[in-house]
Nanobody, 119 residues
C-alpha cells in the first residue's frame, strides 16, 4: 500500500505565493513521476505540472508562475506557486506513478489540499 499526503494549502491574496508539498510513503520500490492536478468548484480536474527525473512540464495556465521540484531521498514533490490569481483557487491533488514492492505499477492520489486566492 502506498499513501500520498499533501500539505501547505491555505488562503492567500492575489499576487501572493504559496507552497505545497506531497510525500509518498509505504511499499514503494520506485517512483516514475510525480505531479499535481487541481479541481475548481464546478469544474473538471485539470493537470497542473509533472516532474520525471529532471524533466518538468507545466500547464500553460501556470507556466512561469509555478515551479515543481522533487526530493527523491524523501519521496516528496513540491509545488511553489507565485503570482497567484483568483482563478488558481481549487483543491490541489498530488499524484504519483509508483512501482510498489510487489512490482505493480499504478497511479496513486493524495487527499487534496485547498488553495484559495482572494482578489
Amino acid at each position: 500500500q502506498v499513501q500520498l499526503v499533501e500539505s501547505g494549502g491555505g488562503l492567500v491574496q492575489a499576487g501572493g505565493s504559496l507552497g505545497l508539498s506531497c510525500t509518498a510513503s509505504g511499499s514503494i520500490f520506485s517512483i516514475n513521476d510525480m505531479g499535481w492536478h487541481r479541481q475548481a468548484p464546478g469544474k473538471q480536474r485539470e493537470w497542473v505540472a509533472t516532474i520525471s527525473g529532471s524533466r518538468t512540464n507545466y500547464a500553460a495556465s501556470v507556466k512561469g508562475r509555478f515551479t515543481i521540484s522533487i526530493d527523491n531521498a524523501k519521496n516528496t514533490v513540491y509545488l511553489q506557486m507565485n503570482g497567484l490569481k483568483p482563478e488558481d483557487t481549487a483543491v490541489y491533488y498530488c499524484n504519483a506513478a509508483v512501482t510498489a514492492t510487489s512490482r505493480n505499477l499504478r497511479d496513486y492520489w493524495g487527499q487534496g489540499t485547498q488553495v484559495t486566492v482572494s482578489s
